[in-house]
């Protein structure tokens, strides 16, 4: 059996469905969901409590229980803007974790050419780390594929950015 003909398909028969709908059944439809259902949260005694608990919680913790119900979401939208800045405005590089960093003995020998050569490297490789935690971290946010290849790939490159980040996660200062 063929898992992606089968998400295809599955698409598709979901597609035929909406489509299938009279109009106004799919008018009707949207209206409850972005108008009825948003005025019900507002005016609904159970979410007015909710809210004043998740309120005091944050006065009291700085956080609420609201903010942990998709706590991976919350980091990645509390990391992703401050690590595209870093990108802008990092100075250097990290010292010896990256791949062709020298060791303090290994630059003794080298001239001034080579060691801003070896420097131009490292600084090189450092923003392409940085980038593939960003892209890893982007592609979290997205979380939409289109074939099973596809989604094959994109958690490949967000497990290569995340394992970056936990490798370099002490060098992103500045």
Not at 53 to 77: A, I
Not at 97 to 102: A, F, I, K, T, V
Not at 150 to 162: A, Q, S
């Amino acid at each position: 059996m063929n898992v992606e003909k089968t998400y295809k398909e599955l698409l598709d028969l979901l597609d035929e469905g909406w489509k299938a709908k009279p109009l106004y059944q799919r008018i009707y439809i949207r209206f409850c969901q972005y108008v009825i259902e948003p005025i019900w949260d507002i005016i609904n005694p159970v979410m007015i409590m909710r809210r004043l608990r998740w309120g005091f919680q944050f006065c009291l913790r700085g956080f609420s229980d609201r903010d942990l119900w998709s706590l991976d979401y919350e980091l990645v939208t509390f990391i992703l803007p401050r690590l595209k800045r870093f990108q802008k405005i990092k100075q250097g590089v990290p010292g010896s974790s990256l791949p062709s960093s020298l060791t303090y003995q290994e630059e003794n020998f080298l001239d001034d050419e080579a060691k801003e050569l070896n420097f131009e490297q490292c600084e090189r490789e450092w923003t392409e780390i940085i980038n593939k935690m960003i892209i890893a971290f982007e592609l979290i946010l997205d979380c939409q594929w289109d074939s099973i290849e596809d989604f094959k790939d994109k958690e490949n490159k967000i497990l290569e950015g995340l394992t970056l980040f936990s490798k370099y996660f002490r060098n992103l200062w500045i």
